[in-house]
């Protein structure tokens, strides 16, 4: 059957179809191949980018039907290269996505009614977004292969840039911390564990486990939607908290105590699908003695005076004395993991580390301090600042992996764009008369 042909068909069939979700009458606004692209997508996208807090350089009612567009060319592209992803990673995708999306808003139920579906439908919404995201990145990085960049090209690049286009870079830091973790009291540790006892009999005698969460988890990002921490897979777990997580397979019953570095759990099944599980807990913390703080304190005082007297490096003493692996592997040297790499922004490290190292010169020590880790677990520390750079215009001595990074970067957008109009060059496109209207990023979409 023709384009125009299968058109016809499609506007017969759904130009009235009415839309379950707000009621409205759906319309076909975009013809892609022979893919339509329908209102009510738009409508969807719009919704979850303003749920999401995304804002569109334009009028979202153009800006999303070609991004639509755009993905319909890479979509076509997949099919034709048989490209396939798997199940298992558009899975993990949605329920980052999910538990995201009711991280942000609060509860399930919010998002089930801002959507005005089941999470079930949303799933499956979320679902497709997820599969064509993979496969128009697969596609994507199949055009872009591996990129080349020169010296050569990095300062023609940089040479030719205008002086108000030149980026402006953050100052920066670099910071070596050895940490301590303060013992705790094994009295209170045994009444953590009666309370926690307490709240597995009050669920076997009928309360509710998730009203239990709310109302008395240290896990302040799940305790607001009743201890559920969403589907994950046995990896993404504590492996203390993943194998007692994974026996359980009667949602009625609540799980042993667990200790993890984050605490002492107990934790209740919701659902197992494939091999992932979606579970609820209740976390409570020990709480650190003033004395037992004060003893750390001591201790990386007089390993912050062994440093400064030079009887041991700083790299030496973080490998025999600092409690946090992930540092102590790495000679105390602190590790962004936004960028995965050592360089921090003033706002990107923890709240008390950002305040002492704004006033410290480059190979100070500070103070022993007590800080609030990534875990969001008390610890005593002290930190040192390996290297400091003022906020700058970028340049060729002290920027060259960013410039580096803009060149492959510029590169790449040359290729998919490159590629884009050449699939506009041979792809049918219709836009409805009331969307045409629009500065089109690509503006090969209206034929003249």
């Known amino acids: 059957m023709s384009i125009r042909g299968t058109l016809m068909i499609l506007t017969l069939f759904c130009l009235s179809v009415v839309s379950a979700q707000d009621n409205i009458i759906d319309e076909i606004v975009w013809v892609v191949g022979d893919e339509p692209i329908l209102r009510s997508e738009v409508e969807a996208q719009r919704l979850q980018a303003q749920a999401q807090g995304v804002k569109f350089s334009g009028d979202p009612y153009c800006v999303i ?3 639509l567009a755009i993905q319909k060319l890479f979509l076509h592209q997949a099919d034709l290269d048989s490209i396939v992803v798997s199940d298992n990673d558009v899975m993990a995708d949605v329920d980052r996505r999910i538990n995201s999306d009711i991280s942000q808003i609060g ?3 919010k998002l089930e009614e801002y959507y005005g579906k089941p999470l079930s439908r949303i799933r499956e919404m979320y679902r497709d977004q997820a599969r064509n995201s993979q496969l128009v990145s697969t596609v994507q990085r199949g055009l872009i292969g591996s990129i080349t960049v020169t010296p050569g090209e990095i ?16 100052a920066e830091v670099e910071v070596d911390i050895i940490t301590a973790e303060p013992q705790y009291d094994p009295i209170e540790i045994a009444e953590i564990k009666d309370r926690l006892r307490d709240f597995t009999d009050r669920v076997n005698k009928g309360s509710n486990f998730s009203t239990l969460a709310v109302m008395y988890s240290d896990d302040r990002n799940s305790a607001k939607v009743g201890g559920e921490l969403g589907f994950m897979g046995k990896g993404e777990l504590m492996p203390e908290f993943a194998n007692v997580a994974f026996s359980l397979s009667d949602p009625k019953k609540v799980s042993k105590i667990v200790e993890t570095e984050y605490g002492f759990h107990i934790i209740q099944l919701i659902e197992k699908r494939g091999d992932r599980i979606n579970c609820r807990h209740i976390l409570l913390k020990p709480h650190i003695s003033a004395s037992e703080r004060n003893q750390a304190l001591l201790r990386l005082d007089s390993i912050a005076d062994l440093i400064r007297n030079q009887k041991m490096t700083f790299q030496g003493a973080a490998q025999l004395f600092s409690f946090d692996k992930d540092t102590r592997n790495n000679g105390g040297l602190m590790v962004n993991p936004k960028t995965g790499t050592s360089r ?14 704004y006033t410290m010169n480059v190979g100070e020590i500070s103070k022993p301090f007590t800080m609030i880790n990534l875990k969001d ?4 520390a002290v930190v ?3 290297s400091k750079t003022k906020a700058h215009k970028a340049n060729l001595t002290d920027d060259f992996q960013l410039l580096k990074q803009m060149v492959q970067s510029s590169k790449s957008e040359k290729i998919i764009a490159d590629w884009i109009v050449q699939k506009q060059k041979k792809t049918y496109v219709h836009i409805d008369e009331k969307w045409s209207n629009c500065e089109f990023l690509h503006p090969g979409w209206v034929k003249k």
């Open 384 to 386: 040192r600042v390996k």
């Open 344 to 357: 921090f922004q003033l706002e990107d490290l923890p709240a008390e580390v950002g305040k002492l190292v």
């Open 107 to 109: 509860f399930k139920e």
């Open 377 to 380: 677990k008390e610890v005593c």
């Open 65 to 67: 039907p070609e991004q």
């Open 155 to 170: 300062r023609q690049f940089y040479n030719n840039m205008k002086v108000d286009s030149i980026p402006l870079v953050p």
